[in-house]
Protein backbone atom coordinates (compact mmCIF):
# COMPACT_ATOMS: atom_id res chain seq x y z
CA UNK A 1 0.00 0.00 0.00
CA UNK A 2 1.24 3.48 -1.17
CA UNK A 3 0.79 6.72 1.45
CA UNK A 4 1.00 9.96 0.75
CA UNK A 5 1.61 12.43 3.64
CA UNK A 6 1.09 16.09 3.95
CA UNK A 7 2.34 18.41 6.78
CA UNK A 8 0.21 21.28 7.13
CA UNK A 9 0.47 24.19 9.67
CA UNK A 10 -2.90 23.93 11.14
CA UNK A 11 -6.08 22.56 11.19
CA UNK A 12 -7.93 25.30 8.86
CA UNK A 13 -5.88 24.57 6.09
CA UNK A 14 -5.72 20.64 6.66
CA UNK A 15 -9.76 20.17 6.90
CA UNK A 16 -9.72 22.44 3.54
CA UNK A 17 -7.33 20.32 2.01
CA UNK A 18 -9.10 17.24 3.01
CA UNK A 19 -11.94 18.90 1.32
CA UNK A 20 -10.38 19.28 -1.70
CA UNK A 21 -9.46 16.02 -1.75
CA UNK A 22 -13.13 15.05 -1.48
CA UNK A 23 -14.65 17.15 -4.09
CA UNK A 24 -12.32 15.61 -6.35
CA UNK A 25 -13.27 12.24 -5.55
CA UNK A 26 -10.96 10.51 -3.62
CA UNK A 27 -12.90 8.11 -1.73
CA UNK A 28 -13.03 8.84 2.11
CA UNK A 29 -11.59 5.66 3.55
CA UNK A 30 -8.37 6.60 2.11
CA UNK A 31 -7.91 9.60 3.49
CA UNK A 32 -7.29 10.70 7.35
CA UNK A 33 -6.18 13.79 9.00
CA UNK A 34 -3.73 13.06 11.93
CA UNK A 35 -3.68 15.67 14.64
CA UNK A 36 -5.59 17.81 17.68
CA UNK A 37 -9.17 16.22 17.04
CA UNK A 38 -8.98 13.76 14.94
CA UNK A 39 -6.56 11.05 14.74
CA UNK A 40 -3.71 10.33 16.62
CA UNK A 41 -0.53 8.91 15.65
CA UNK A 42 -1.06 5.82 17.41
CA UNK A 43 -4.59 5.55 16.44
CA UNK A 44 -3.03 5.39 12.64
CA UNK A 45 -0.37 3.18 13.15
CA UNK A 46 2.74 5.38 13.24
CA UNK A 47 5.28 3.60 15.21
CA UNK A 48 6.58 4.91 18.32
CA UNK A 49 10.50 4.47 18.60
CA UNK A 50 10.29 4.41 22.70
CA UNK A 51 7.51 1.25 22.97
CA UNK A 52 9.71 -0.44 19.64
CA UNK A 53 13.06 -0.39 21.49
CA UNK A 54 11.70 -1.34 25.09
CA UNK A 55 10.17 -4.25 22.51
CA UNK A 56 13.56 -5.15 21.60
CA UNK A 57 16.09 -4.35 24.96
CA UNK A 58 13.28 -7.09 26.57
CA UNK A 59 13.22 -9.72 23.20
CA UNK A 60 17.26 -9.38 23.26
CA UNK A 61 16.74 -9.85 27.85
CA UNK A 62 15.58 -13.60 27.08
CA UNK A 63 18.58 -14.28 25.36
CA UNK A 64 21.08 -12.44 26.57
CA UNK A 65 20.59 -12.82 30.47
CA UNK A 66 20.87 -16.68 30.63
CA UNK A 67 23.99 -16.77 28.16
CA UNK A 68 25.27 -14.60 30.63
CA UNK A 69 24.84 -16.51 33.80
CA UNK A 70 26.16 -19.16 31.75
CA UNK A 71 28.72 -17.15 30.85
CA UNK A 72 29.61 -15.63 34.11
CA UNK A 73 29.23 -19.50 35.58
CA UNK A 74 32.05 -21.13 33.05
CA UNK A 75 34.32 -17.95 33.63
CA UNK A 76 34.52 -18.28 37.18
CA UNK A 77 34.60 -22.22 36.72
CA UNK A 78 37.38 -22.12 34.73
CA UNK A 79 39.47 -19.50 36.44
CA UNK A 80 38.80 -20.83 39.82
CA UNK A 81 38.38 -17.07 41.25
CA UNK A 82 37.71 -17.33 45.35
CA UNK A 83 36.04 -13.65 45.26
CA UNK A 84 33.89 -13.97 48.19
CA UNK A 85 35.38 -16.40 50.80
CA UNK A 86 32.60 -16.85 52.86
CA UNK A 87 30.33 -18.59 49.69
CA UNK A 88 32.47 -21.60 49.02
CA UNK A 89 33.27 -22.68 45.73
CA UNK A 90 29.34 -23.31 44.22
CA UNK A 91 28.84 -20.16 45.83
CA UNK A 92 31.24 -18.45 43.93
CA UNK A 93 30.46 -19.47 40.93
CA UNK A 94 26.81 -18.77 41.13
CA UNK A 95 28.15 -15.00 42.02
CA UNK A 96 29.62 -14.63 38.59
CA UNK A 97 26.52 -16.34 37.36
CA UNK A 98 24.54 -13.71 38.69
CA UNK A 99 27.31 -11.05 37.75
CA UNK A 100 27.35 -12.35 33.87
CA UNK A 101 23.49 -12.63 34.14
CA UNK A 102 23.32 -8.51 34.66
CA UNK A 103 25.93 -7.95 32.03
CA UNK A 104 23.20 -9.72 29.57
CA UNK A 105 20.37 -7.93 30.99
CA UNK A 106 23.29 -4.22 30.53
CA UNK A 107 23.63 -5.22 27.00
CA UNK A 108 19.92 -5.99 26.19
CA UNK A 109 18.93 -2.14 27.75
CA UNK A 110 21.89 -0.79 25.97
CA UNK A 111 22.23 -2.38 22.72
CA UNK A 112 18.58 -3.79 22.38
CA UNK A 113 17.05 -0.24 23.66
CA UNK A 114 19.12 2.13 22.36
CA UNK A 115 19.81 1.02 18.59
CA UNK A 116 15.83 0.25 18.90
CA UNK A 117 15.57 4.15 19.67
CA UNK A 118 17.61 5.67 17.15
CA UNK A 119 16.96 2.66 14.08
CA UNK A 120 13.33 1.61 14.81
CA UNK A 121 11.26 4.53 14.05
CA UNK A 122 12.27 5.18 10.50
CA UNK A 123 10.31 8.33 9.76
CA UNK A 124 7.49 8.39 12.31
CA UNK A 125 9.39 10.08 14.72
CA UNK A 126 9.61 13.12 12.70
CA UNK A 127 5.52 13.13 11.56
CA UNK A 128 5.19 12.38 15.64
CA UNK A 129 7.26 15.31 16.24
CA UNK A 130 5.20 18.07 14.28
CA UNK A 131 2.21 16.88 15.74
CA UNK A 132 3.19 17.31 19.22
CA UNK A 133 4.02 21.04 17.73
CA UNK A 134 0.18 21.09 17.03
CA UNK A 135 0.61 20.37 12.96
CA UNK A 136 -1.12 17.96 11.47
CA UNK A 137 -0.92 15.38 8.70
CA UNK A 138 -2.88 14.78 5.84
CA UNK A 139 -2.76 10.69 4.45
CA UNK A 140 -3.45 9.39 1.36
CA UNK A 141 -3.32 5.83 1.06
CA UNK A 142 -4.13 4.13 -2.21
CA UNK A 143 -2.66 3.26 -5.62
CA UNK A 144 0.07 5.72 -7.61
CA UNK A 145 -3.38 6.88 -9.65
CA UNK A 146 -4.87 8.32 -6.52
CA UNK A 147 -1.37 9.40 -5.18
CA UNK A 148 -0.42 11.76 -8.17
CA UNK A 149 -4.06 13.38 -8.01
CA UNK A 150 -3.78 14.10 -4.70
CA UNK A 151 -0.08 14.90 -5.06
CA UNK A 152 -1.92 17.88 -7.32
CA UNK A 153 -4.15 19.25 -5.25
CA UNK A 154 -2.23 19.20 -1.62
CA UNK A 155 0.56 21.22 -3.77
CA UNK A 156 -2.17 24.11 -3.48
CA UNK A 157 -2.05 23.81 0.27
CA UNK A 158 1.74 24.43 0.57
CA UNK A 159 2.60 21.73 2.98
CA UNK A 160 5.35 21.89 4.96
CA UNK A 161 6.10 18.34 4.09
CA UNK A 162 4.55 16.64 0.96
CA UNK A 163 6.20 12.89 0.72
CA UNK A 164 5.27 9.56 -0.89
CA UNK A 165 5.69 5.99 0.70
CA UNK A 166 5.60 2.35 -0.53
Not at 36 to 43: I, L, N, R, V
Not at 57 to 81: H, R, S
Not at 85 to 106: C, F, K, Q, S, T
Request: no cysteine.
Amino acid sequence: MSYLIAVLPNRIKAEEAYTALEKSNVPQSQMSILGKGYKTADEFGLIDPAEQAKKRAILMAYWLVPFGFAGGYVFNLITGLDTLDWAGEPGNHIVGGILGAIGGAMGSVFVGGGVGLSTGSGDALPYRNRLNEGKYLVIVKGSELIQQKAATILRRFNPENLQGYQ
